[in-house]
C-alpha cells in the first residue's frame, strides 16, 4: 500500500479501502489485516482496523456454523437409510475368487464362464425363488462400468486387486463385481455378434469398442497389484493390460451367435407363455400385447428394444383420430391398415413378409406418420435412411436392432444403375425372413434374420428393378390424395406425441384383429395403385400382358416371341441388354408355369419352342410411306382386341420382313382409321 501513502490519503479514504478489502475476504480476496496495520497505522486507530476485521471473522464463522448445522440435520435424515444399507451389505455372502483348473487334462475344452464359489451359475436358477422387486429404473446408474444393482463387496481389500499375470482371472474377478444381477441370478454383460451389451435397468444395449476400453483403461488404473513380498502397489496398466484384459472379458462373457440366442430370447428359468415377439418393454414393465399383462424389468429377456412411454389401458387418442379422418376422410378401411402397421411395428413378428409404401402429394401427412412412429416405437428402434446409402456395402450396417426402417421422400434418380438390383435383392430378403450376412465396417459380418419393418415414403411409384413382380407383390401401397399446404399446423406433431400411450392402445386393438385375420390387408384406396406398381417394377409382365394370351395349348417359338419383345422394347423406349436366354428366363419368373421344348412336328430345324402355355398375341401391322427414305416406314402397332394406338415408332421395316406381314395402307385410309 505504498502508492495509498505517497497520495497521502485521508482518513475517511483509508477507511474505504479497508472496508472493500473486507467484503472481499475470503472469497474474492486474500486477508489483508496485517497489511492494513502497517500502512494506515497513522491515519486510522489499530483498535479501529482490529475490530473491522473482528467482525468479519464472526460473520464468517456464523454462517459456517449455519452450514454445519444444515449438514448435520441432512445427515440426521440419511443415517435411517445408511443403516439399512449397511444391514443389507452385511446380509450378502463375501464372493470367493478362484482360478479355474481342470480336473481331467484330457478331457475336451468346454466354453464356461467359472463365477464366485458362493454364487450360482448365471444359467441356473436362484434358490431363492420368491419375487423380489426390482430398483427403479430412474436411479439405475449408466454406463459400462456399473451394474443396475449394487455389486458384491469385496471384503478387506479396498482397491480391487489384480495379477497383471493372470488376464482371465481379473475379467473373472470383474465381471463378478461389476456385472451380476442378485435378484435374477445372471450376469448383465454379453458378448454377442462381435459386439459387447450390457443390461441397461430395462433392455440390453450395445456397447461400442472404444467405450469398453475407456472402462477397463480406468478399470485397471484404480486397480492393484501384489507385488514380491505381499507389497501392494499401483497396478499401471498398459497397452497389452488392456488388450489382454479385452480378450478375456470376451471369453468370461461370450454369448455363441447360435439361433438359441437370437433376439428376442430368454435365459433360463421363468420364460413367460407365448411369442417372445409379442413382448414390448415400456417404461413400467414388460408389456405381453395378446394379454395385456404387464411383467417386470428382467434382464433374463434378451431383447435391445424398448418404448420411451409408459403402458396405460386406460390412455385415448382422440387427436390422431383426427388425423386419420383428415388425411382418409370416411376411408376407415385405409385407417385400420395403417393402425395395423403401427401395432405390427411394435413387435417383432415378420411372419407376414410386407413392407408398406406411402405415396402421396406434397405435405400430405406422410412426415408426421413417421415422426409419430418415432416418437411410439423410440428413437433408439428407428432408423431412417436413402435408397441410395441403402444400396452401398455398409449400408444395411444401421439395421442391427431397429425395429422401423424408413426411407422419406425416397428417390431412385441418384441411384446407380447397377446398384437397383441390390435395392431389389436387400428388400427381398428383409421382408422375405431370411438369413442375412451383414457388412459392417471394421467389424466381421453380422449373421442372422432382421425383424425390421421397412416403410417408404414417397410423392411418386417406385422404379423398382424386379421383372419376377415378387417385390411387388409384397408391397402394401396406402394413396394419400389429401394435401394440407397452406394450412399446415405446425404444432401437429407435438399434439399426436402427447398422445402416446392412447395410440399404444388403439395399435393393439388393431393388432389383435390383424391377429384373429391371420393376414394383412391392403386398403381399398391403394389397390389400383398395387397394380401399377406391379407394371411399373417389371417390363416383361406388362409385354405378357399386352402382347401374349396364355392358354393350355398355345405354343410360341422363342426366337419369334424374343423378337416381338426387342420391338416392343423400342417401341417403348426401353432398354434391356439381355439375349434370349436370358429373356426366357424373366418371361418364366413372370410365368412359372411355362415349359420349353424341341417338338418334331412343324418344327424341322427343331427350333425351341415355348408350349402348352403361351401364346404370342396376333397383331395387325399398318403401314404407310410418309418418309423420303423409301427403306424406311412409319409402323403403328394396334391391337386386334383393343382398337387404340399402342406406339408410333420410325423403325427398319427389314427388320420384321422374317416374323410379320405387314399391311399396306395409304396416308388417307391411315387418317380415316385412326
Same mark, same amino acid.
Given at each position: ?16 479501502? *479497508? ?41 464468517? +464463522? ?42 481331467? /487334462? ?141 480378450? /478375456? ?17 430368454? &435365459? ?32 433374463? &429377456? ?167 413382380? +415378387?417385390? /411387388? ?80 395349348? &398355345? ?5 419369334? *416371341? ?113
Amino acid at each position: 500500500m505504498s502508492e495509498h501513502i505517497a497520495l497521502e490519503l485521508t482518513a475517511e479514504q483509508a477507511s474505504r479501502i *479497508i472496508a472493500a478489502d473486507i467484503r472481499a475476504y475470503p472469497q474474492n480476496g486474500p486477508n489483508k489485516r496485517e497489511e492494513h496495520l502497517r500502512d494506515f497505522g497513522v491515519l486510522l486507530s489499530r483498535e479501529d482496523i482490529e475490530g473491522a476485521w473482528a467482525d468479519r471473522y464472526a460473520e464468517i +464463522a456464523l454462517a459456517g456454523r449455519d452450514k454445519l448445522a444444515n449438514l448435520s440435520s441432512r445427515l440426521d435424515a440419511l443415517r435411517p437409510k445408511i443403516e439399512e444399507a449397511k444391514q443389507k451389505l452385511a446380509e450378502r455372502p463375501v464372493p470367493v475368487y478362484r482360478r479355474y483348473t481342470s480336473t481331467n /487334462a484330457h478331457a475336451p475344452f468346454k466354453a464356461s464362464f467359472i463365477l464366485p464359489a458362493t454364487q450360482p451359475a448365471a444359467e441356473e436358477e436362484a434358490k431363492d425363488n420368491h419375487p423380489r422387486e426390482l430398483p427403479d429404473a430412474s436411479v439405475v446408474p449408466t454406463g459400462f462400468r456399473q451394474s443396475p444393482t449394487i455389486a458384491p463387496a469385496v471384503a478387506d481389500e479396498g482397491a480391487l486387486c489384480l495379477d497383471p499375470a493372470a488376464p482371465f482371472d481379473n475379467a473373472q474377478k470383474l465381471v463378478s463385481l461389476r456385472a451380476w444381477h442378485p435378484d435374477e441370478c445372471i450376469r448383465t454383460w454379453r458378448f454377442w455378434q462381435k459386439s459387447f451389451w450390457q443390461w441397461s435397468g430395462t433392455h440390453w444395449c450395445e456397447v461400442d469398442d472404444d467405450t469398453v476400453r475407456a472402462s477397463i483403461w480406468h478399470e485397471l488404473n484404480g486397480a492393484e497389484k501384489v507385488l514380491k513380498g505381499g507389497k501392494r502397489a499401483r497396478y499401471e496398466p498398459k497397452m497389452s493390460d488392456v488388450n489382454a484384459m479385452v480378450d /478375456a472379458l470376451k471369453a468370461a462373457v461370450n454369448l455363441p451367435a447360435s439361433d438359441e440366442n437370437a433376439m428376442p430370447g430368454w &435365459f433360463g428359468p421363468r420364460r413367460p407363455d407365448g411369442d417372445l415377439r409379442e413382448l414390448v418393454v415400456c417404461r413400467n414393465g414388460v408389456l405381453h400385447m395378446p394379454t395385456r399383462g404387464l411383467l417386470r424389468h428382467t434382464p433374463r &429377456f434378451w431383447s435391445p428394444n424398448a418404448l420411451d412411454i409408459a403402458y396405460d389401458h386406460r390412455a385415448k387418442a382422440p387427436r390422431f383420430k383426427q388425423f386419420l379422418e383428415e388425411i382418409w376422410p370416411g376411408d376407415k378401411n385405409a385407417q385400420q391398415c395403417l393402425l395395423e402397421m403401427f401395432g405390427l411395428c411394435l413387435t417383432d413378428v415378420t411372419k407376414y413378409q410386407k413392407l408398406f409404401m406411402f405415396v402421396g402429394p406434397r405435405r400430405g401427412g406422410r412426415g408426421t406418420i413417421g415422426r409419430v412412429l418415432r416418437g411410439l416405437i423410440g428413437a433408439d428402434n428407428y432408423i431412417g435412411t436413402s435408397l441410395k446409402a441403402f444400396s452401398e456395402q455398409f449400408g444395411m450396417e444401421s439395421f442391427v436392432g431397429k425395429k422401423v426402417a424408413v426411407f422419406s421422400d425416397a428417390r431412385l434418380d441418384g441411384v446407380l444403375q447397377r446398384n437397383l438390383s441390390t435395392i431389389t435383392e436387400r428388400l427381398l430378403m428383409i421382408t422375405g425372413e431370411d438369413e442375412m450376412h451383414i457388412n459392417r465396417k471394421n467389424k466381421k459380418y453380422w449373421n442372422g434374420n432382421l425383424s425390421t419393418k421397412v416403410i417408404i415414403f414417397s410423392n411418386e411409384l417406385l422404379r423398382f428393378q424386379d421383372e419376377s413382380g +415378387a417385390l /411387388a407383390g409384397r408391397c402394401l401401397t396406402f394413396r394419400m390424395q389429401q394435401s394440407f399446404f397452406g394450412r399446415e399446423d405446425e404444432n401437429l406433431t407435438d399434439k399426436l406425441l402427447s398422445e402416446r400411450p392412447g395410440i399404444l392402445n388403439l395399435a393393439m386393438d388393431a393388432l389383435d384383429a390383424l391377429r384373429s385375420r391371420g393376414k394383412l390387408l391392403q386398403s381399398v384406396s391403394g389397390v389400383e395403385m398395387a397394380e401399377r406398381l406391379g407394371d411399373l417394377t417389371s417390363d416383361v409382365k406388362v409385354f405378357v400382358d399386352e402382347c401374349c394370351d396364355v392358354g393350355k395349348d &398355345f405354343q410360341v417359338r422363342v426366337g419369334e *416371341i424374343f423378337s416381338r419383345w426387342q420391338d416392343w422394347c423400342a417401341a417403348h423406349n426401353t432398354r434391356h441388354g439381355w439375349g434370349s436366354n436370358q429373356f426366357s428366363e424373366k418371361l418364366r419368373s413372370v410365368l412359372p408355369i411355362l415349359t420349353s421344348g424341341r417338338p418334331r412336328k412343324d418344327n424341322p430345324e427343331r427350333l425351341t419352342v415355348f408350349c402348352r402355355r403361351a401364346y404370342l398375341r396376333r397383331l395387325n401391322l399398318y403401314r404407310f410411306n410418309c418418309c423420303p427414305q423409301p427403306e424406311r416406314w412409319w409402323l403403328v402397332w394396334v391391337s386386334v382386341e383393343r382398337p387404340e394406338i399402342l406406339v408410333r415408332r420410325n423403325v427398319d421395316l427389314l427388320r420384321f420382313s422374317l416374323s410379320l406381314k405387314p399391311l399396306l395402307v395409304s396416308k388417307d385410309q391411315f387418317r380415316a382409321t385412326f
